[in-house]
């Protein structure tokens, strides 16, 4: 069963799957680097954010789900840069799910980070950071609805 | 290469094994000297790195990928070639979380026997901290030629049937976070995948977290600190023969480097199976909670 992506996750599954292994590494960094800053907000008040602890190295994340018709979801990352990998999975996250509506993350199947082709190159060890996140974004979409 | 080491380093049982950030950077340059970063994040290096150190990742370059095992002699010799590292080269190898995973690739250059590997003390973090330079492009250095060498487990790397034997007789050193060694949780606090359905310790092991011999900034501590806590806590006495443990041989490595090059243990091995293994295995006698406990009768 092929679940749908989002048009914007669908596009990066795409542009990951496109390269090879190790440009593929390459792209997981140039992602790294664009995952935006906290907004103030949130930067001044940790507590709000919630700790992954699969991760291998510190990620904080919170969701903000608005009250429109679709319920449109927010998505706030926070990693530091000596974690350029943990960065780059939730620079992916960010860039493929924030703004789209709860049904249609909900929707997104558990093992999409999968479908980025890393597994051989991080090992799946390291994959499981990103599964995690995506349960974790999830998990909190439901409590907010 | 007759320069001085600073007076902590020149105290450890062998100071040779351990540069300091100053010494890298007056020595990167060497015809002779290899310095590589090996680090937990497999990203880490291209964000920056020591200008000339080449990237060795030990999930990808040093494991093999079937078996549970490290490479064998052929792919270990093509990995140096690759890397420009010949069999006299002296090695340095740097990398983040206090050289936790710098000091895994050590054991396995030394399950080859490459004679001349140290680590920098303080590791990436120090080297950044000095606000000395860092460079993105990765080091392209010329293939070298490497010898294929047998790979000598024996005396570094303890198997189960070695470590179940030692029980009673050869002091064991568990070097995880207290609540696995208690068997609170069966994985490693973040780590919850790399599990086990057992928790708990091989019976008799010291608790000896490995962190504990890094100081804040990730350096080692001195000798003397260093012996307060393996020697007067954990009871390893000066000579014995001792095998350290963590949950996949990583964390125990960069034991296995303190008891060895630091405090001078002759014959310290690494049970690189761990608890992932202990704690899989069955029927191996396991004891919970915060005491060492006795070894089982036989």
């Known amino acids: 069963m092929v679940t749908t992506l989002p048009t914007t996750l669908a596009e990066i599954v795409d542009d990951f799957q496109n390269v090879t292994e190790r440009e593929r590494l390459e792209l997981l960094l140039e992602f790294s680097r664009e995952l935006p800053e906290l907004p103030a907000r949130l930067a001044d008040h940790p507590e709000l954010l919630e700790q992954v602890v699969e991760c291998q190295s510190p990620l904080f994340l919170t969701i903000?789900?608005?009250?429109?018709?679709?319920?449109?979801?927010?998505?706030?990352?926070?990693?530091?840069?000596?974690?350029?990998?943990?960065?780059?999975?939730?620079?992916?996250?960010?860039?493929?799910?924030?703004?789209?509506?709860?049904?249609?993350?909900?929707d997104v199947p558990d093992d999409m980070p999968e479908q980025l082709g890393l597994t051989r190159a991080i090992t799946p060890l390291r994959m499981r950071g990103m599964t995690a996140m995506l349960g974790r974004i999830k998990r909190k979409i439901r409590e907010a609805l | 290469m007759t320069e001085t080491a600073p007076e902590k380093i020149s105290e450890y049982a062998h100071p040779d094994r351990l540069v300091t950030t100053q010494w890298v950077a007056e020595h990167s340059a060497d015809a002779n000297v290899v310095i590589v970063e090996s680090d937990e994040d497999i990203l880490l290096y291209e964000t920056g790195h020591i200008p000339g150190a080449v990237k060795i990742d030990w999930h990808t370059d040093l494991n093999d990928d079937v078996t549970r095992d490290y490479i064998n002699s052929e792919q270990f010799a093509e990995l140096m070639a690759s890397k420009g590292i010949s069999r006299d080269t002296t090695i340095v190898v740097y990398g983040d979380k206090s050289n936790w995973w710098a000091a895994y690739a050590m054991w396995v250059f030394t399950l080859f026997g490459h004679e001349d590997v140290r680590l920098m003390d303080g590791g990436r973090?120090?080297?950044?901290?000095?606000?000395?330079?860092?460079?993105?492009?990765?080091?392209?250095?010329?293939?070298?030629?490497?010898?294929?060498?047998?790979?000598?487990?024996?005396?570094?790397?303890a198997y189960l049937p070695q470590v179940n034997d030692a029980i009673g007789s050869i002091p064991l050193i568990d070097v995880r976070s207290p609540e696995e060694y208690s068997g609170a949780r069966t994985h490693m606090p973040a780590y919850p995948e790399e599990g086990a359905l057992r928790g708990g310790h091989i019976p008799?092991?010291?608790?000896?977290?490995?962190?504990?011999?890094?100081?804040?900034?990730?350096?080692?501590k001195s000798r003397a600190e260093l012996e307060a806590i393996y020697l007067d806590e954990a009871g390893l006495k000066p000579g014995e023969d001792v095998i350290a443990y963590c949950r996949i041989g990583e964390r125990s490595s960069h034991t296995w480097f303190v008891l060895k090059h630091l405090l001078g243990f002759e014959n310290v091995r690494n049970y690189d199976g761990?608890?992932?293994?202990?704690?899989?295995?069955?029927?191996?006698?396991?004891?919970?909670?915060?005491?060492?406990?006795?070894?089982p009768q036989r």
């Not at chain 1, 939730?90 to 703004?99: D, I, K, R």
């Not at chain 2, 008799?204 to 080692?220: H, I, K, L, N």
Request: net charge negative.
């Open chain 1, 64 to 106: 903000e789900v608005d009250d429109d018709a679709d319920r449109t979801v927010n998505l706030f990352f926070s990693a530091p840069p000596e974690a350029p990998t943990t960065r780059g999975f939730a620079s992916v996250l960010n860039e493929g799910l924030n703004g789209q509506p709860a049904q249609i993350i909900l």
């Open chain 2, 125 to 157: 973090d120090k080297w950044i901290a000095e606000g000395r330079e860092l460079v993105t492009e990765r080091t392209a250095r010329e293939r070298a030629e490497y010898p294929v060498v047998e790979r000598n487990d024996a005396p570094i790397r």
């Open chain 2, 204 to 220: 008799t092991a010291a608790s000896v977290p490995w962190a504990r011999a890094a100081a804040e900034d990730g350096t080692f």
């Open chain 2, 274 to 295: 761990s608890w992932t293994e202990w704690g899989n295995a069955v029927r191996m006698p396991i004891v919970k909670g915060t005491e060492p406990g006795d070894a």
